[in-house]
């Protein structure tokens, strides 16, 4: 008889591209998340859950920086549809809208936030599962929507610690980009499909002037570039004026926002769509100003284009300002944390008719690692109190003093592991990272008390006490089990007051 093959064990790995989430940086999203949801219903937004899954035909052409619709995203048929797991969540706002638009005000003014997936290669900090937080307006045609948007967005990163100076919203106009490339001749206002390879490649070249430098986008406009490694990207192979155009676009950011638009209504002189582009900015500009956001919150930024080949007008985009060390300790600047702007075109797919929209995507999981690069959100929440469990033929008198905690509101679990061992119990605790121990032996169940042992500061003693210091426990009181409560509740809180939770 042949042996039986044995299956391997299935090994205990999260699949590449993704990661696991533990406890407290759980509770630090969830935290991040209702601090924007509060900025988003302040403003009148209505919060939308949509299917994290969509037709591939729905998804459409926008997925960024792909040219096939299936590429990028986790897809599989069904009968004769492709389905896949959202790219991103504005692509099934739109089949939302286009879908129950009948049914929505207009304009309707949606928030949702949500993990999108990516099927493309991993990197450092670089996941195929992302949280994305998003607030959009559809049906809106005045630019008064997209200020809006700016506005809610200077306010959001405010709210979740961002203060104003590590932050700037920059703004530009999509339409003034096309301007400047019909001027330069790559843009034929009769023919849109005319120089389309040329303009994606000028697009991606203007998107990596931080990263490149004025010399190294110039290379990409022209004939191509080579980069340290000896790999060459071919250029968008513009004329030198052609060239000198687009970097005079490029340059035009002045001291303030009256000056940058000045400069670049000389620039769009000659073209329809780029004086209204310019227009808008202006617009905006007033509007902010209005609303008391002065150029050190948001400000106009030619040098802003958006990746995605959906935007139609304004595009702004929120970028970090402080700096921090990379991996190698060298200092550089957090850089973008969110993204957006208008995209008229985007429902008419479904619809026929073109639907004006706008809207902004923030990236959470950037923000939560800001914060953390600047010290603001602990590594490590506090934990639950623990109730010890000195005797566990009385387990039920524990279960009732964890009972009484937990409907007062205070976080607690009984110790449900071996309780042979105590220090194993105290060990438990501090991997919680529990700030308090109850102990009660059956001495103190007589005389109705217990033993309150503080973690945190036995934590510190420990750290520098000398030994008799150590032994005389000033971490660890007895109190009246009547008094537990109210003992805790003022524990508790000198902890947070000393900036312990």
Request: proline fraction near 5%.
């Amino acid at each position: 008889m042949a042996k039986v093959k044995k299956q391997p064990r299935p090994k205990a790995e999260t699949p590449k591209g993704f990661r696991d989430y533990f406890g407290a940086e759980v509770a630090q999203r969830k935290a991040m998340l209702d601090q924007i949801a509060t900025v988003y219903h302040r403003y009148g937004f209505d919060a939308l859950e949509s299917s994290a899954v969509e037709t591939v035909e729905a998804l459409g052409k926008f997925l960024p920086d792909v040219d096939r619709p299936n590429e990028g995203v986790f897809a599989w048929q069904e009968e004769d549809d492709w389905l896949a797991l959202r790219y991103d969540l504005t692509a099934p706002l739109a089949r939302v809208y286009a879908q129950h638009r009948n049914d929505l005000p207009t304009p309707y003014r949606r928030y949702a936030m949500g993990p999108v997936w990516r099927n493309e290669k991993p990197g450092p900090g670089r996941f195929r599962q992302f949280y994305q937080c998003d607030a959009d307006t559809v049906g809106a045609a005045s630019v008064a929507a997209d200020a809006e948007i700016c506005a809610m967005l200077s306010d959001t990163l405010e709210a979740v610690g961002i203060p104003r100076g590590d932050y700037i919203v920059r703004v530009n106009n999509r339409k003034v980009l096309n301007g400047v490339m019909e001027v330069a001749g790559i843009l034929d206002p009769t023919d849109p499909e005319k120089f389309s390879t040329e303009r994606g490649i000028v697009l991606r070249a203007i998107d990596k002037l931080d990263r490149l430098g004025p010399d190294g986008v110039r290379a990409l406009l022209g004939e191509g570039r080579k980069d340290d490694s000896g790999d060459f990207t071919k250029g968008a192979g513009l004329a030198n004026e052609q060239v000198d155009v687009v970097m005079s676009f490029m340059e035009a950011k002045r001291a303030d926002g009256a000056a940058t638009v000045a400069r670049l209504k000389e620039l769009v002189s000659n073209s329809t769509i780029g004086q209204s582009g310019v227009q808008e900015l202006e617009t905006i500009a007033e509007l902010m100003a209005a609303q008391g956001y002065a150029s050190d919150r948001i400000e106009i930024d030619p040098s802003v284009v958006r990746g995605l080949g959906y935007y139609t007008g304004p595009v702004f985009e929120a970028e970090l300002t402080f700096e921090i060390e990379d991996e190698k300790g060298r200092p550089r600047q957090f850089g973008s944390v969110a993204g957006g702007g208008r995209y008229d075109d985007l429902v008419k797919r479904f619809t026929g008719q073109e639907v004006p929209a706008t809207g902004i995507s923030i990236g959470v999981d950037r923000l939560l690692a800001a914060l953390h690069a600047k010290g603001r959100l602990d590594k490590a929440a506090v934990g639950p109190v623990i109730v010890t469990v000195m005797d566990r033929d009385r387990m039920g008198a524990y279960q009732s003093i964890v009972g009484d905690l937990r409907n007062a509101g205070i976080r607690a679990e009984v110790y449900l592991g071996n309780p042979k061992n105590f220090g194993n119990q105290l060990k438990y605790a501090d991997k919680r990272n529990a700030p308090v121990a109850i102990i009660q032996g059956s001495d103190e169940a007589e005389r109705g008390v217990v033993q309150v042992k503080d973690l945190v500061l036995g934590a510190k003693i420990a750290e520098s006490a000398s030994h008799e210091e150590w032994k005389a426990q000033p971490a660890q009181r007895e109190v009246a089990l009547a008094d537990l409560i109210a003992e805790l509740r003022k524990m508790l809180g000198d902890m947070d007051s000393d900036g312990a939770g």
